[in-house]
């Protein structure tokens, strides 16, 4: 039933009906579900350590927005003005926002706590990675990310912007910049994977505090299928 849910079948009552138990019974079981499986999903540190130790040469942090339905929830901006906390400008749309960490082959590794739509990508990793990241990258472990992390400091490599006016990029600048979506573009398919496998995931309906749990459930998930899942000693 778990299952059948994050594969994007909503109609908890038929889902209830299909396996023979009560409509409150069947919600009862999606909901527990979830927090069985999100518990068993790594933390960031744990997702670091265990990509330091098979050696990986980097790992990707992206970002991405999931659909919520209309949550009228204010918060203030940095200009001090009240705004809608998950209504995204980016997206045009009430959405979370969810950062994660890829292996350079695209399997996501770990996936933070939802932040509100209208938080940017670059807030949001200060507030739930960076910290974790700066620490894996004196270690050796260096972090890929696109131009919407820019300044996110040491260790964090992103592209070099377009120079102001009429200059353009050195041929040096620009090499760089193609080596790096190179190497980040399998990488970045993480969330892909993530929400063309667990539809749920495309559109949440249940309250958008829970995206950051049913997220680590679909990454439990995932490493299941991928036989990722770290050996019980």
């Known amino acids: 039933m778990v299952v059948r849910w994050f594969r994007g079948e909503h109609d908890v009552p038929k889902l209830g009906r299909d396996h023979r138990v009560s409509r409150a019974t ?3 079981y999606i909901h527990e579900g979830i927090a069985v499986l999100a518990a068993q999903a790594p933390n960031l540190h744990q997702a670091l350590d265990r990509a330091q130790a098979e050696g990986l040469a980097y790992v990707i942090l992206d970002g991405t927005l999931i659909p919520i339905d209309r949550c009228a929830e204010q918060t203030i901006s940095v200009k001090g003005e009240p705004i809608d906390a998950w209504y995204s400008r980016k997206a045009h749309q009430h959405a979370g926002n969810l950062q994660a960490l890829s292996a350079p082959g695209g399997l996501p590794l770990w996936i933070a706590e939802v932040e509100p739509g209208s938080v940017h990508d670059l807030s949001a990793a200060r507030a739930q990675v960076l910290g974790a990241l700066y620490a894996a990258a004196a270690r050796g472990l260096p972090t890929l990310a696109d131009s919407g992390y820019d300044g996110a400091g040491i260790g964090i490599h992103t592209p070099i912007r377009q120079p102001e006016g009429n200059q353009i990029l050195s041929p040096d600048n620009h090499t760089y910049n193609r ?3 190179a190497l980040r573009c399998l990488g970045e398919r993480g969330f892909a994977l993530l929400k063309g496998r667990w539809r749920t995931l495309q559109h949440v309906t249940v309250s958008p505090s829970r995206i950051g749990d049913i997220a680590r459930a679909a990454l439990v998930l995932t490493h ?9 000693r």
């Open 26 to 28: 069947a919600y009862r």
């Open 179 to 181: 080596l790096l979506r």
């Open 224 to 232: 299941f299928e991928h036989d990722y899942l770290p050996a019980i």
